[in-house]
């Protein structure tokens, strides 16, 4: 049994599957209510990233993914959630920061995640600003639209000392000679 069948008019139907106007359609077909946004993305509506599962970093994509509900059409069926990119906004590089800090983006840096001056979670605070290392990381990937791994390799590929100086304000000084020999942390 599919999970949502749908009549709309003729003329709708035609609009929607881009055929000619006659008012029958040719055929139905049943689809995995999974499928639509990722098959029908212009008529989807999605919603806020859910709390569960929390966004989490994907190795193989190198982005930040989430669940999310969203709408079909004019007439807002509710669709299941599915997996998708994190929305640009903020957020995604706060999130992006966390990753990074907790070695998650790059392995390399997940060496020092056990010296790391602050929990990196606080990057996700409404708080945040006001801790200067929060900011200077934040800032940093901002001016640089960096929010994947793919974003990040380029950017050292011009600038090899990238978020070096962000870094290390979030380490010990006695490690910044450390990270400095070793950067980027490719």
Known sequence: ?????CQVSGLELCELIGVDSSPSPSGVSAVEAEWIPELLPQYCHPGAPLDSPPPWFSQSSGTIRCHRASTFYRVGWQLPAVEKEYPDDLERYKLFSRFLLEGQVCPELRKHSSHLLSNPSIMLKSWAKLQPRTEALLASLLSERVD??????????TEDKFLLSAYCQWLPEALHQEVAKSWPPL
């Open 1 to 5: 049994m599919p999970f949502l069948i």
């Open 148 to 157: 994947s791994r793919d974003a990040l390799l380029s950017v050292w590929k």
